[in-house]
């Protein structure tokens, strides 16, 4: 926090990271348990200045299971992008797992196809419907001039994962500044759960 740069792992091509958060899990998956499901909301002040740049703060779920790609730090929360002709962080290629082939994806950050824009340049599903006011990310419009002060979230996303019954894994939440340390954001993590069945992906819930 507050120290020098870094590169993003995951996006090695982007601006130098900043304010590196990571909080780890180990956990066991029980007998019957084929997957896990995660809710989660990132929050950021870059609504919606920044949306459709490279400087973007992003919030990776990563997974290190012998079941997924041989136990490489893998992220498993990304998506459609909001504008993938404007921006995306990956094309999906032969070999990666559950997404479509030669498509454009995003990680969860602002520039997510499920992102609840604020007020610049409108909004594609109309208004944001995530009641987050006091959160201090919640918009605050145009009429003060103050683009720190505005803000807006992703609203309340579900990730599902396969895991191996009885596997052990780590599951690291991991969220960074891009290209500053000033423009704040946030995740909130609100249960994770284990399942006899899941579909994998990421998708609002």
Request: contains cysteine.
């Amino acid at each position: 926090m507050g120290g020098s740069p870094t590169y993003d792992r995951f996006y090695i091509y982007g601006p130098s990271v900043y304010n590196v958060m990571e909080w780890k899990l180990t956990l066991r998956a029980p007998e019957g348990a084929n997957g896990i499901r995660i809710h989660h909301l990132f929050l950021s002040q870059e609504y919606d200045e920044f949306i459709g740049s490279i400087y973007n703060d992003k919030f990776y779920i990563i997974l290190k299971a012998g079941s997924t790609d041989g136990g490489r730090a893998t992220v498993i929360n990304s998506m459609e992008c909001r504008d993938p002709e404007v921006y995306s962080d990956f094309i999906c290629s032969p070999g990666m797992q559950f997404c479509n082939p030669r498509q454009p994806y995003c990680y969860i950050a602002i520039n997510t196809a499920a992102s609840e824009c604020c007020w610049f340049e409108g909004c594609p599903d109309g208004t944001a419907t995530t009641d987050i006011s006091g959160t201090g990310f919640e918009c605050a419009g145009t009429e003060d001039g103050d683009s720190e002060r505005s803000g807006s979230s992703s609203g309340w996303m579900m990730t599902e994962w396969p895991i191996e019954p009885g596997e052990t894994f780590e599951l690291i939440f991991h969220i960074h500044d891009t290209g500053d340390g000033i423009f704040d954001s946030q995740a909130i993590i609100d249960g994770i759960q284990f399942l006899p069945a899941v579909t994998p992906g990421t998708w609002p819930n």
